[in-house]
């Protein structure tokens, strides 16, 4: 699947690594923070040592790899050996995550960082003996987390919230344990925030690409399903030879909005475009909910996108993704009924989860959005079958 160019997102990581091995991130003389540094960073030793492209790629199998390992460590823990089995061979054939590992982009790394947080946090609130060293792996995990999907650093301050709230109304030395993780994780992220700060004047500044994704989310025009696109809406061109590119449509809606923003700098488009998105959601409210519950089907199955032709490659994401679904919904309905019996544990990383997909669903969302976070799903649902639900076949005897 790897190509000896880049594409999309691929040379801005690789440029970020080579600007941290002269001393700086954003490029000298400009503001260009358009993600977080975490991947860039592990990247920096293979680039260092001047290795080819595919050498970035194959760390990707890498990670992929030792993510089917984790999980299968974290639900040995909770289930059977066969279940366990069964549930990481799952994910190991969960064919959808492959494209991305032929590209240089960041989400076999952030499969692994969340893999490897949901094993430490298990092992944080079940080992009392080692309970203080995986409260601090915990929270470097999370941290380093939040600096390659700057997502994530939303998701900690509503848990930040919660903790906070649920530990003055319970009292519960646990929810303590759990702030003090939290806090771990926000101060590893406090050097790129002074970073940012330096340049932007803005205190908590993550990345300067919230804005574009809020505002192509608010879109109020029909046809559209709030998909990302980008400032020449050439997103979708060049994807297929056979599809003609659509940026003709994007243009006649959103090209009155541009030439406003192409004026900007990243910093001030970031503002510009979170001031509109707003207003789009005021005037449009109805239409913004319609775009998030868009952004569920587009992270689930790959559908809808703004004018743009039917795929067969898009029929390959639903069955895989239909099978993790029904995991989804059947794992929400048992924990409802059966919330008392559900392990405190389980329930929180629920909770990590669905911060992070309705975070998502406010914003563009694209189904790498989603894969990211299956291992806690299957790790959610197999507790259930082993705990929870007894599913028996049997067949009549003749």
């Known amino acids: ?116 947080f949901q094993y430490s946090m298990v092992l944080f609130l079940t080992d009392q003996q080692k309970n203080k060293k995986y409260l601090w792996l915990s929270g470097l995990l999370f941290g380093f987390l939040i600096l390659t999907k700057v997502m994530f650093a939303y998701v900690l301050y509503v848990m930040l919230f919660v903790a906070f709230v649920a530990g003055f109304i319970f009292k519960k030395a646990a929810m303590k344990k759990i702030l003090v993780m939290l806090l771990i994780a ?121 004018f743009y032709f039917q795929r067969f490659q898009t029929l390959l994401r639903i069955p895989p993704n239909a099978i993790v679904f029904t995991f989804l919904l059947f794992s929400c309905i048992a924990t409802i009924v059966f919330l008392k019996r559900i392990s405190f544990i389980i329930l929180y990383l629920v909770m990590f989860l669905f911060f992070y997909l309705g975070g998502s669903v406010l914003i563009c969302s694209e189904q790498r959005q989603f894969y990211v976070i299956v291992p806690i799903i299957l790790l959610w649902t197999a507790y259930l079958l082993q705990h929870i639900i007894q599913v028996k076949i049997s067949f009549p005897k003749k």
């Open 186 to 306: 926000f101060t590893c992220t406090l050097p790129y925030l002074f970073y940012t700060y330096q340049l932007t004047g803005k205190p908590l500044y993550w990345a300067s690409t919230g804005g574009s994704s809020f505002y192509w989310a608010s879109t109020p025009y029909e046809g559209e399903f709030g998909d990302w696109n980008n400032e020449t809406f050439t997103t979708y061109c060049g994807w297929d030879s056979l599809i003609p590119c659509n940026s003709s449509f994007f243009a006649k809606n959103h090209e009155a909005d541009f030439v406003v923003f192409r004026k900007l700098n990243f910093i001030e488009q970031d503002e510009a475009f979170k001031k509109k998105a707003i207003e789009n959601i005021q005037q449009h409210p109805v239409k913004y909910m319609k775009n998030c519950i868009a952004n569920i089907g587009r992270m689930i199955f790959g559908v809808p996108q703004s």
């Open 1 to 116: 699947m790897h190509k000896n160019s880049f594409e999309g997102d691929e040379g801005r990581y690789y440029e970020y690594a080579q600007n941290l091995l002269h001393g700086f991130y954003s490029p000298k003389g400009g503001i260009y923070l358009w993600n977080g540094p975490g991947y860039p960073i592990v990247l920096m030793p293979l680039v260092a040592m001047h290795l080819p492209v595919i050498c970035l790629v194959i760390l990707n199998a890498i990670f992929q790899y030792f993510s089917v390992v984790v999980l299968f460590k974290t639900l040995s823990i909770f289930v059977s050996r066969n279940k366990a089995l069964a549930f990481s061979l799952f994910w190991a054939c969960y064919y959808i995550v492959f494209k991305e590992m032929g590209r240089v982009n960041t989400e076999p790394l952030t499969i692994l960082l969340i893999a490897l």
